[in-house]
């Protein structure tokens, strides 16, 4: 948590996780894609996957597949293959 506060991405995006999943902490969905968003706002990859996974399907924020797509974008120019598989999927099926 410290490292988190102190704006280590990696930890913002680890935090975001243990907020997603109840582990170590109460479960927030809320509370997750708010720290997913400050390590994706840094380039983290896997918090830009899973901040996109959460506008997707509205976990933590409201619905909003456009702003999903914008996240998978940016993970996915990354490598990431999780973001690459969820981008194709939304462009196949005119999503965001």
Same mark, same amino acid.
């Given at each position: 948590r410290l490292?988190?506060?102190? #704006? &280590?991405a990696g930890?913002?995006?680890?935090?975001?996780?243990?907020y997603g999943?109840?582990?170590?902490?109460?479960?927030?969905?809320?509370?997750a894609?708010?720290?997913f968003r400050l390590a994706a706002d840094q380039g983290h990859a896997n918090a830009q996957y899973n901040l #996109? &996974?959460?506008?997707?399907n509205g976990t933590g924020v409201d619905v909003d597949h456009t702003e999903a797509v914008r996240w998978?974008?940016?993970?996915?120019?990354?490598?990431?293959a999780g973001a690459q598989?969820?981008?194709?999927?939304?462009?196949?099926?005119?999503t965001g």
């Open positions: 490292a988190a506060d102190q #704006g &280590v930890a913002q995006a680890f935090l975001g996780n243990c999943k109840g582990a170590g902490v109460e479960q927030n969905h809320t509370e894609s708010r720290w #996109g &996974v959460d506008y997707y998978f974008r940016l993970a996915a120019s990354q490598g990431h598989f969820n981008l194709g999927g939304c462009y196949k099926n005119g």
